[in-house]
């Protein structure tokens, strides 16, 4: 029964990763180098000939050491004696910032391995988060490291920038362990490197059974009661297809489900059926997130197959039956994983598992006669080692080319499911001959939510509110909407006060607010990186307003010193242009906001800002300048639908500063939209911004539009 296809993929990735092999076999090479050589230099033979003939001994002790140490050599902390001085002469070398030779080299070999990832898809290098950890990682930047990598934990679940660093985060933590300056971090580095099998975890010196950071008693499974319809849903006979649908059907909230089928000769069996990581919006205490796909990558003791163990013990197996595993994604991997476990195997017969969207070529099962099977479309980049795979007995694997090769679509479960009827049936006819002694009736279906440990929800105190689920053109949104992590910079402009009348409806009650004889106009620029409707870039034009029912010349001096939910001014929205199809929807069908689609490259993180947006005709690069703290930036946003309008308040945390005299400059290449249309009617290119108000790092939430009668 077993089988292997393999089809080949595109020339210049595989070039790129066999050059990436080559290159870290060549840094492995150096490495053994650096390694004799530093064991001639400690030889109790050298050090003894330098005793007795110190002019000759002692000279070559120093030509070992430069030859170690130099930079023109093998570099400064290749010093791999494993105690004493060598130790103390590495770990010196390190903090000093001389990376080794060989360090470097494998480094390149693992850019490589980025390279081969974006060539096969382009879009993730436009995407925020990996821009952010990519660029810190590879720059040895370490506080920013740090900083993105947590980022990145926070966003648990958020569909296009999770997913996109998933399929490389191996590379980058290996490349962060290459370079920092903690020596007890390399062995784990250079396994993930050479693709080798881990002996220490991916976070410097911590040895891979801390990785799983909650001890071996947390985790839980709770049996609940499937929704009506999702029961309805759930499959009577046993079949491939019919455990995938039933993973469909519980994907994204943390259950798996048990299955007990009465086979064709009469035995009862049980199927466990685990979906793979929640999409969406952030997760609290499930361990069917991105953290918990990371440590089942890594690890084969994890939240997810503890929890899973659990479910299987709290249905009450008894101890002897035949088992077949089911998995999706991060749900193959935590089975897989399970399998792995000699007592687990020796409680259960595990007949069977079946992993969709996971690589299983490298995970042995503890008991040989285990058939496992794993399916792959050559566009899902699921993240996994490039260890050694091959045919084995008792394995299927199939790898195929998909019809789309838009990531994370093609990781669907749904997609796989449609590809299994059309694209590949004979890999569908396949796994349901190996699995036909689960072909009969399903006597009993029980769904089991796991849980992780007790943490509190994303964003706790201030993101913690309620909320309230709208329909869209795009689909469900809860608002308010929350930011998780996100940055900003609001260029404020003074302008023509009529100019900025024009560009308002026309209506009475919507009059620009006078500082002076001038009124505001504000361009601001956001980068949101994790947000309950996913990751999106933000250009909006917006013009500051008086109170819609009484105005008076000191409102906006008054509102400065009240809450935000007492304001009476704020910015009436003239244009927005956002990087999604969903930040669209919910700017104009929840806030009643003029929006746009458009791409744009924003960093707004660093001393310099930069704004690239080809096709809107908008950028905007340079510094702020000095700055000062300034109290949290609230605002109030209107919009207009029909004949109301909608006022929209938006509630932000984080460390804003006030920058007087701000160096920056609008550039504005011929007019593509309405945005790039309304500032060259205002000529703000033609000037530089009076005051910038900027926020690297900040959370926030928007709550629903309140239409007023106006």
């Known amino acids: 029964m077993a ?9 210049a990735k595989e070039m790129l990763r066999d050059c990436a092999r080559d290159v870290v076999a060549v840094a492995e090479g150096i490495r053994e180098v650096s390694a004799r050589t530093s064991s001639v230099l400690f030889s109790p033979a050298l050090t003894s000939s330098a005793r007795r003939r110190p002019r000759t001994g002692l000279a070559a002790r120093w030509a070992l050491l430069r030859t170690l140490t130099n930079k023109q050599g093998l570099g400064g902390s290749a010093i791999v004696a494993p105690d004493g001085v060598g130790h103390l002469l590495g770990a010196a070398g390190e903090a000093l910032g001389r990376e080794s030779l060989a360090a470097l080299v494998a480094v390149t070999s693992l850019r490589l391995r980025i390279a081969a990832v974006l060539l096969d898809h382009p879009e993730f290098g436009h995407d925020p988060g990996m821009r952010r950890l990519t660029d810190a990682v590879t720059a040895d930047h370490g506080p920013e490291a740090v900083r993105a990598l947590r980022a990145l934990f926070k966003d648990r679940g958020a569909q296009r920038s999770l ?14 362990g290459l370079l920092d300056e903690d020596p007890l971090s390399d062995e784990t580095a250079w396994a993930l490197a050479a693709g080798r099998e881990l002996a220490a975890g991916p976070v410097s010196g911590l040895d891979a059974a801390h990785l799983s950071v909650p001890g071996r008693g947390d985790g839980a499974a709770q049996a609940v009661e499937p929704s009506a319809q999702e029961a309805r849903s759930l499959a009577t006979e046993g079949s491939f297809l019919g455990f995938l649908r ?10 798996v489900l048990v299955q007990e089928v009465r086979g064709p000769d009469g035995v009862l069996r049980y199927v466990v059926q685990a979906p793979g990581t929640a999409a969406g919006r952030p997760r609290d205490d499930s361990p069917q997130d991105f953290a918990g796909a990371w440590r089942n990558l890594f690890l084969t003791d994890s939240p997810y197959t503890r929890s899973i163990l659990l479910a299987i013990r709290a249905h009450g197996i008894p101890r002897g ?43 042995t099962p503890a008991d040989p006669r285990t058939w496992v099977a794993g399916i792959t479309n050559r566009y899902d980049i699921v993240p996994a080692l490039d260890g050694p795979g091959g045919p084995h007995s008792n394995r299927y694997r199939v790898d195929y080319t998909g019809p789309t090769r838009e990531f994370p679509h093609c990781h669907l479960l749904r997609v796989y499911i449609e590809h299994l009827e059309t694209v590949i049936p004979q890999a569908r006819a396949d796994v349901d001959r190996a699995l036909t002694p689960y072909r009969g009736p399903v006597e009993r279906s029980r769904v089991y939510r796991l849980r992780d440990r007790a943490r509190p929800p994303e964003g706790y105190p201030f993101l913690a509110v309620p909320t309230t689920s709208l329909v869209t053109s795009a689909g469900p949104v809860d608002v308010p909407v929350r930011y998780y992590d996100s940055s900003a910079a609001h260029l404020c402009f003074p302008v023509d006060p009529d100019v900025a009348r024009s560009l308002l409806p026309d209506v ?8 002076g004889r001038r009124a505001l106009a504000v361009l601001s620029l956001y980068e949101h990186r994790c947000t309950t409707i996913g990751p ?3 250009l909006g034009l917006s013009v500051l307003v008086d109170d819609l029912w009484r105005p008076h010349a000191y409102d906006l001096a008054a509102d400065l010193l009240r809450r935000a939910d007492l304001r009476r001014t704020g910015r009436y929205v003239v244009s927005l242009a956002v990087g999604t199809e969903e930040a669209r929807a919910v700017a104009e069908e929840v806030w009643a906001q003029p929006a746009v689609r458009g791409t744009a490259d924003v960093d707004l993180q660093g ?12 950028s905007v690069e340079g510094r702020p300048g000095p700055g000062a703290r300034c109290p949290e930036p609230d605002w109030v946003l209107y919009g207009r639908r029909g004949g109301s309008t909608v006022r929209t308040l938006v509630r932000t945390h984080g460390r804003p500063r006030l920058h007087a005299r701000p160096r920056l400059r609008l550039r504005l290449d011929g007019a593509h939209g309405p945005l790039a249309r309304y500032l060259q009617i205002l000529e703000l290119d033609a000037v530089r911004p009076g005051f910038v108000l900027t926020s690297p790092r900040f959370v926030a939430r928007r709550s629903a539009g309140a239409v007023l009668p106006r």
């Open 246 to 255: 039933n993973i469909d059907a519980l994907t994204g909230d943390g259950r």
């Open 607 to 618: 001393r310099e800002l930069r704004v690239h947006a080809p096709e809107l005709g908008v």
């Open 163 to 176: 997913s996109a660093l998933a399929p490389i985060l191996a590379e980058l933590l290996a490349i962060r």
């Open 536 to 538: 999106y870039t933000e």
């Open 508 to 515: 009475a009650w919507l009059v620009p607010t006078r500082l």
């Open 321 to 363: 039956s035949d088992l077949a595993l089911v998995g999706h994604g991060e749900g193959g991997i935590a089975l897989l994983n399970l399998a792995q476990d000699d007592e687990f195997c020796r409680a259960y017969r595990v007949t069977h598992v079946v992993a969709v969207g996971a690589r299983a070529d490298d995970r």
């Open 3 to 11: 089988a292997h296809r393999r089809a080949s993929g595109p020339p």
